[in-house]
C-alpha cells in the first residue's frame, strides 16, 4: 500500500482487546473499522475505473458531502465537482465533435446533454455503488437511493424525464472526474480513458430519446388534436392529459415535472399502440382484398 494511504488512513494494526470496553476503546475500534472500509474502497474503486491515484486525498475529498464536513477534516466534494462538470461536458463536446463530422449544433447539443445529465450520471454511480461509500449526514439519501434504483429496473434505459435521480449521486460523479483531472495533472486524454469507460453504454445517436412530453405534443400536432389537461397533482400527485380520443395518467407524488412527464408518455404510448392497431388491420384488409 502507498505511503500516503497510511498517511491518510493509519496503520491497519488492530491490536487485541478484552471483552470489556470503555467508551474511548469503542472509538478506537470504530476508527479502525472506518480505516479498514477507505483501503478496501479505494483498493475497490480504483480498480473498477481503471485509474489509480497518486493523490489519495482527493479520492478522500470527492466522496465527501458537504453535510459532513467539518473545519477540522477533509474538504467537501464541491470544489472537485465543479472543476469534474466543465471538464465531463467539454470531453463529451470534443468526443461528438469529431465522432459526428456532419450533425448540426442543436444535435450535437441533445446528444451531450444526454450523456452528462443527472439521470445518466446518477445511474453510473449505482452502477458502481459509489453511494455505499460516500461520507454524508443526509438521513433521507438512502431511501431516496433505493427508489432510483427500483425505478431504473421499471426503466432500464434512460427515461428522459420519467424518474427522480437523487443530485447527489450525479454530483459524487462529476467530483470523482474533477479528482482525476487533478490527480493525473490535468491530462485531458487520461481522463477521457476512464470517463469513456465509467460512462458505458454512451447514449448514441441511435438510442437517443426525444422527450416524452415534446413527443406527445409532436404527435398532437401531426394529427391536428387539442390537448386537455386535468392537473390534481396537490392532492393526488397525479396529472391526466387528453388529447383526441386518447388520455395517458401519469402519478408521482415527489416532482410535478416527472408526473406530467409520465402522464404524457402514458398517452403517446397509447397514440402508438392505436396507430400500430390501425396499420395491422389495414395491411390485413390489403391482404384479404
Known sequence: MDNNLDYLFGSMEIQPRSSTLDQSENQDLSENKVTLEWKKFVEELQEAVGYKFKNVNLLYQAFTHSSFHRADECESYERLEYIGDSVLNLLIAKAHYFLHLDLAPGQLTRLRAANVDTEKLARVAVKYDFHK?????????????????????????????????????????????????????????????????????????????????????????????????????????????????????????????????????????????????????????????
Not at 425505478?151 to 427522480?164: K, Q, R
Open 133 to 289: 461509500y460516500l461520507r454524508h449526514k443526509k438521513p433521507l439519501l438512502k431511501g431516496q437511493v433505493e427508489e432510483f434504483k427500483d425505478a431504473t429496473l421499471e426503466y432500464p434505459l434512460h427515461s428522459s424525464g420519467l424518474i427522480d435521480p437523487p443530485k447527489v449521486l450525479a454530483d459524487v460523479v462529476e467530483s470523482l472526474i474533477g479528482a482525476i483531472y487533478i490527480d493525473c495533472n490535468f491530462s485531458m486524454d487520461i481522463t477521457w480513458q476512464v470517463v469513456e469507460n465509467l460512462l458505458q453504454p454512451m447514449i448514441t445517436l441511435e438510442n437517443l430519446e426525444t422527450h416524452p412530453v415534446t413527443k406527445f405534443y409532436e404527435a398532437c400536432q401531426r394529427n391536428g388534436w387539442s390537448v386537455k389537461l386535468i392537473d390534481t397533482w396537490e392532492k393526488t400527485g397525479e396529472i391526466e392529459v387528453f388529447a383526441g380520443k386518447f388520455a395517458g395518467k401519469g402519478k408521482f407524488s415527489g416532482k410535478k415535472l416527472i408526473a406530467l412527464n409520465r402522464a404524457a408518455h402514458n398517452a403517446y404510448c397509447e397514440i402508438v399502440k392505436n396507430l400500430e392497431t390501425t396499420c395491422d388491420n389495414h395491411n390485413c384488409n390489403e391482404a384479404q382484398d
